[in-house]
């Protein structure tokens, strides 16, 4: 059993993460996430995907990026897609 370094419970089926060369012992993904999961720069949400990074600082989409004067960076690689409207 491992004891959850967010919410302090002691759970048989607790997982270990390690980022950046620490261990951290969770009981739910959630707690990972809460825990170590970067935040937006912009719009501080928590980043779950892959969001962007640039010089170090982390932006969960291109327009968080934008927003902050950082340039040049886009979600998707590729023909622009437009979105189907429906009539």
Not at 2 to 20: H, L, M, P, T
Not at 50 to 55: I, K, R, Y
Not at 64 to 79: T, V, W
Request: aromatic content about 6%.
């Amino acid at each position: 059993m491992g004891i959850c370094e967010k919410c302090g419970n002691d759970y048989d089926k607790s997982f270990d993460v390690i980022a950046a060369g620490v261990r951290h012992t969770f009981d739910s993904f959630e707690c990972a996430i809460s825990a170590i999961a970067p935040r937006c720069e912009h719009c501080d949400c928590t980043i779950i995907g892959h969001g962007v990074e640039v010089n170090g600082q982390f932006y969960c989409c291109a327009s968080c990026a934008e927003h902050e004067g950082q340039d040049g960076l886009r979600d998707r690689i590729g023909e622009r897609v437009e979105p189907i409207v429906a009539s």
